[in-house]
């Protein structure tokens, strides 16, 4: 989905629909912000993970665990910083 982030918001938002117990909130607009974010995130992911061999499961679990992208980039910056990485 890398250069494709129209595709990755519409395959976030129907997994998201799809998965059972989840509804179309009112507030759809948030959820889409949100799945934009979610590829920007995931853009990051994929260069640091390219660059470095280190396993960054820690980023997927703080991501998963908390829910929180801007907490998920912590953690991955702190490991692009302690693996030397730049931009």
Known sequence: FVG???GFVQKVLGKWYCNPGNTIPVESMSHLEQ???LYDFYVKYLQVKE???V???RVL???YS???I???E????AIKAQAGVTA
């Not at 912590?74 to 910056?77: C, R």
Request: proline share 0%.
């Open 66 to 68: 908390t829910g929180s």
């Open 51 to 53: 660059k470095i061999s």
């Open 70 to 72: 801007k907490e998920a």
């Open 4 to 6: 494709d982030k129209e």
């Open 55 to 57: 396993n960054l499961g």
């Open 61 to 63: 679990h703080k991501l």
């Open 35 to 37: 799945a934009e974010k």
């Open 74 to 77: 912590i953690v991955l910056e």
